[in-house]
């Protein structure tokens, strides 16, 4: 039951126990009763409960609060007489307070766990968290992300070791890097190709959230942190750019910093204050690169939020049904952590192919020339993923509302919780939504290919700057007429029951699929299953029961 963390026996069991226990009269004593009796108690609290849950319960006596320590282990000792505010029918209990959790296995675990308890704490949000037993592929993009981070942190670090923050030396300093430093040229491929390959999971992680309404309450602030990550990305992003004092390093900062100036009355002083000087020079790389080696630090102080709201609330998923009870979820581990471990490690392929094959493949020829004042590049645009963005500003013909336009595209992303008022959190079940999310998808592709190509290019006889105009609408379109209107008109759906129903009735049409597929023993075709062929051939329609409903494993000690 993820996300409950306190709470007196009412409130903690209400919605999972007493619609369970039906017969029995409300809570306490005879829960506590049944479960005494039953052999496997401890699993059954768990998976009732959740792990990590703490409950007040009711035990007939002072001993069966304490019966099992690894099931009652912060009970122990602190059974307290019930209280005459207590209902009359338990006054004769005894009150416990009840972490059902099981206690780290060492001896050193258990020394630390009882003084600093980040044993539990690894052992509660890491392990036995319980996770929605439906997640896909995209929610592994959350680990990729956090992967991806510490990579640029550990690699990053070895670049500060030889990079010198000098304008007169920066540009040598990286071929330095590049060509004398031990494997200074797989670091700083990794660093920069990871950048890219970074933000390229950032855009999949924020997509789904989008698709799957993984903004909606109670995930809002889970969301609007997410928003603050992206934009702290971007920062570190256009930062770490500047610092191979290249073409494409000075005068992308120029641009950037630039529209600063178009904001009335305090734009110029924001801009001299970002140079450090009156024009792009020396004191700017000295700024960005303190920055720039700053900011990801705040970042991971932002994620540590983002996790804890996640955890607070608890996963969504594909179907958008909260989880109800026990039958919904897996523990965390191993389940999510090896379906993690493989996606970071097909992802690390991926980089490792631009790494090793194509170190240059995100960067342009302009960061092979060393930063020249004078020399304006003819073809200079930002990296990939600022494209959508830059092609906004270019759009709009006067700066400063260019510039309102570009920083609003940003902004919206805050109001998306409150955009949506759509009861039916995941697009599965919204056939209308469903369509213009494509849209909005096509338009940021469009927004990126406008933002390559030169301010005056036609294609198809069509000026860009006009298809970046129509993306542009219809990127606030989706967000601000949209998004609230569907939710008003649209007839989502019927939604599963449970989240439990969804994965078997998923994998009951998986099963007829595959069936229909090959659907007789002998016939021309791929050979069948070994379940679906021995369903064919006794010409029945029973079925294995699908692996993905197996109860969870029992939570097993630290
Ligand atoms: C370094 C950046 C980030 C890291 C390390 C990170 C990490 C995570 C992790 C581990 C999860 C849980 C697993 C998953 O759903 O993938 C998650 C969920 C989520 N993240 Fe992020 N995240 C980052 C950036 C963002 C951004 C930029 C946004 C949105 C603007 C965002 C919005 C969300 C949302 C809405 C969820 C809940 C998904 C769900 O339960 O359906 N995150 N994040
Ligand atoms: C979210 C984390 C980070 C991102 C997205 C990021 C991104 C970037 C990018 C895109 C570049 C330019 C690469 C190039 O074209 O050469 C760069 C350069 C650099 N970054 Fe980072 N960075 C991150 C974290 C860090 C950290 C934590 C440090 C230092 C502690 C660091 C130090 C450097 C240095 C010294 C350079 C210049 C060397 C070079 O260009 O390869 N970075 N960074």
Not at 29 to 47: G, T, Y
Request: charged fraction near 15%.
């Amino acid at each position: 039951m993820p996300g409950h963390q306190a709470g007196d026996a009412c409130r903690t069991l209400e919605p999972f126990v007493t619609t369970k226990m039906e017969g029995l009269e409300g809570l306490g004593l005879p829960i506590v009763q049944r479960f005494a009796e039953e052999a496997d108690a401890q699993n059954k609290i768990e998976s009732e409960l959740g792990v990590g849950t703490t409950a007040t319960l009711w035990f007939p006596s002072r001993r069966a609060a304490g019966a099992d320590s690894r099931i009652w282990s912060s009970a122990r000792g602190h059974a307290s007489q019930l209280s005459r505010r207590a209902p009359r029918r338990l006054r004769k209990g005894y009150k416990c307070p009840v972490v059902c959790r099981t206690l780290p296995k060492s001896r050193f675990a258990q020394w630390l766990d009882a003084r600093l308890p980040l044993p539990r704490l690894i052992h509660d949000q890491f392990i036995a968290f319980q996770t929605p037993r439906n997640l896909n592929v995209w929610y592994t993009f959350g680990a990729i992300l956090a992967f991806c981070l510490g990579i640029q942190i550990v690699t990053g670090i070895v670049l500060a070791m030889h990079y010198a923050t000098n304008a007169e030396l920066a540009f040598d300093a990286i071929e330095h890097i590049m060509r004398d430093v031990n494997y200074g040229w797989l670091i700083r491929s990794i660093h920069a190709n990871g950048a890219s390959m970074l933000v390229i999971a950032l855009y999949i992680h924020m997509f789904s959230g989008l698709c799957y309404g993984s903004y909606k309450a109670p995930r809002e602030l889970l969301w609007i942190i997410g928003v603050i990550i992206y934009l702290l990305m971007m920062a570190i992003a256009f930062l770490g750019h500047v610092l191979p004092w290249s073409q494409t390093s000075f005068w992308g900062a120029t641009v950037i910093i630039n529209l600063f100036s178009s904001i009335p009355v305090v734009g110029p002083y924001i801009t001299t204050w970002l140079q450090g000087d009156f024009a792009v020079g020396a004191a700017t790389l000295n700024h960005f690169f303190a920055l720039h080696y700053l900011l990801p630090f705040i970042l991971v102080g932002v994620v540590a939020p983002h996790i804890w709201a996640l955890h607070v609330a608890g996963n969504n998923n594909p179907v958008g049904v909260e989880v109800r009870s026990g039958k919904d979820t897996v523990p965390f581990h191993p389940y999510y952590t090896t379906k993690d471990m493989f996606y970071v490690i097909l992802f690390v392929i991926a980089l490792a192919y631009f790494v090793f094959f194509t170190l240059d493949f995100f960067a342009s020829p302009n960061n092979y020339e060393p930063a020249h004042r004078l020399k304006t590049p003819p073809d200079i645009v930002p990296e990939w993923y600022f494209l959508p963005f830059y092609a906004m500003l270019r759009a709009i013909p006067h700066k400063l509302s260019g510039v309102i336009v570009m920083t609003g595209a940003i902004l919206t992303l805050f109001f998306v919780p409150w955009l949506d008022t759509s009861p039916t959190r995941s697009n599965r079940f919204r056939p209308l939504i469903k369509r213009f999310f494509w849209g909005l998808v096509i338009a940021s592709v469009l927004l990126a290919y406008c933002g390559a190509q030169p301010a005056d290019a036609v294609v198809g006889g069509v000026p860009v700057a006009w298809i970046a105009r129509l993306a542009t609408l219809y990127y606030f379109g989706f967000f601000w007429l949209i998004m609230p209107l569907v939710a008003m008109i649209e007839i989502p759906d019927k939604l599963p029951a449970s989240l439990a129903q969804s994965v078997h009735a998923g994998a009951v049409e998986a099963d007829i699929h595959r069936a229909q597929l090959w659907p007789a023993n002998g016939t021309v075709g791929p050979a069948a299953p070994a379940n679906t062929r021995s369903a064919s051939i006794l010409g029945t329609t029973r079925r294995r029961r699908p692996s993905a409903i197996r109860e969870p494993a029992p939570c097993t000690s630290v």
